[in-house]
């Protein structure tokens, strides 16, 4: 019983510093939020589940309809005449109550106009179905960037501070070295005027890092100030073969499976069977018709009398003419369907262009990542180097503080190109159509 009492305080204390200092989250972490509360991907859920309703809509065109009716009146009638010629006006009124029910049934038998509205509402149905995998798809590649955002934000952050403590330094040390008459007054206001602009850039950075916490946050669904760690990049960074696939080939899977192509092809059919839905108006419709009916007392020369009507037959329509209406109007879809080719064209070209650029940042991603870790090792061992140099007299702290801020600066630089590294392989796989949540959780073990 006591060891249970400490748990709940100790989890209780747990929960109260979660709640005043925010919480560590992790690329999985932010994903699971992401499902659950992005405005826009909830959007897109009942966009889908409305769209989807489509099919059973087109669907009805073809099946027969039911419908009934139940009138109850009573009803005051009047009568004035004469019962003879030349005789007195008689005036009759009469009070009655009537009834009048049916039940009528239509069926088409040939209605191309229903046909058309049959395989528009399956096409419209397969649109909301593609629209809602390319917000399921774009999901992981916005949660990605936001969250890479943040953490270049802070790099930044840490390269602008470095970069102001080593210029504070300088400042203080040509001040001081001014006092001696070993620095210039030049010297002294360069060094203040650099102090100063740095000042500048470390606020600049802060109010990035708010705006970006803000940008994640709205896709999380979570207060800004909750989010104060994130899981950072691990050191041991290992680049994806690029060259796994040609890019012809990633070429040929973004024609057959991107999200975007496919919506578009979808839209060609859908306006495609708009034009044959109008243009139907052309046409006879024959359905198959039936009704039973019964009235009571339903005319003022059948009160008191009960009718009962059966009938089964065909009915056919054909409009004539409407002032142009049907033509007019058969014109515009067919100007939409053609549009709609235009717009898919315009479309496979987007989708080539981005494609070629994921491919070519993934390719040349490797190198700069190989390189700038090069680079940084260098900077490492400078820094080692300028340390040791001061010990010996050699430098001074200025110079080991100008080697640690150009080797933040490289830090930075080097984790910019992981990021865009992963974010250009993600987003490659997005556009060939190959993209899954498999893809991403691959991305979350580069975060620890």
């Known amino acids: 019983m006591v060891k249970k009492c400490v748990f709940y305080r100790i989890a209780f204390v747990f929960l109260c510093l979660i709640a005043k200092h925010g919480f560590a989250l992790n690329l999985n972490e932010a994903y699971d939020l992401a499902l659950r509360n992005d405005p826009t991907y909830l959007s897109a859920i009942k966009d889908y589940q409305a769209g989807l309703q489509n099919e059973q809509i087109g669907e009805s065109a073809l099946l027969p309809k039911l419908s009934a009716s139940y009138t109850k009146n009573t009803n005051q009638t009047t009568q004035i005449g004469q ?21 009528q049934f239509t069926q088409p038998i040939f209605s191309l106009e229903a046909l058309a509205r049959w395989r528009q509402g399956k096409a419209q149905a397969v649109l909301s179905e593609t629209k809602f995998m390319y917000q399921t798809e774009d999901l992981l590649i916005r949660v990605l960037q936001a969250y890479v955002e943040l953490l270049y934000g802070i790099d930044q952050l840490d390269y602008q501070t470095a970069e102001r403590d080593a210029f504070q330094e300088q400042f203080r040390a040509n001040t001081k070295l001014r006092k001696f008459g070993e620095a210039t007054r030049t010297d002294v206001l360069e060094s203040q005027s650099a102090l100063g602009v740095s000042e500048v850039k470390v606020l600049e950075a802060r109010d990035a890092i708010q705006t970006s916490k803000m940008k994640l946050a709205g896709i999380l669904g979570i207060p800004a100030k909750d989010i104060n760690q994130l899981a950072k990049l691990s050191p041991q960074f290992k680049v994806v073969n690029p060259y796994e696939k040609t890019f012809e080939e990633w070429q040929q899977l973004a024609i057959d499976n991107n999200t975007e192509l496919k919506a578009a092809k979808n839209t060609i059919e859908i306006t495609k069977q708009d034009y044959k839905r109008i243009d139907a108006g052309r046409y006879p419709v024959l359905n ?34 409407s002032g142009g209406e049907v033509s007019a109007r058969a014109r515009q879809a067919s100007a939409m369907h053609e549009k709609s080719l235009a717009d898919y064209d315009s479309i496979k070209a987007k989708v080539m262009t981005e494609l070629q650029k994921q491919y070519d940042a993934l390719s040349s991603g490797q190198q700069k990542v190989a390189a700038l870790t090069n680079a940084t090792q260098s900077g490492e061992l400078l820094v080692k180097a300028m340390a040791q140099s001061v010990r010996n007299g050699e430098r001074t702290n200025v110079d080991v503080l100008l080697a640690q801020k150009n080797l933040f600066n490289t830090r930075k630089d080097l984790a910019q190109a992981k990021y865009n590294y992963l974010l250009a392989y993600l987003k490659l796989r997005q556009q060939g159509g190959m993209i899954d949540l498999i893809d991403f959780q691959k991305i979350a073990t580069y975060f620890k």
């Open 83 to 103: 019962q003879v010629a030349g005789g007195p006006t008689v005036t009759t009124n009469s009070k009655y109550p009537s009834d009048y029910a049916y039940l």
């Open 288 to 321: 198959l018709v039936g009704m039973t009916s019964t009235q009571d007392s339903n005319t003022v020369t059948s009160i008191n009398q009960t009718y009962n009507q059966n009938y089964i037959g065909v009915q056919l329509s054909l409009n004539l003419y």
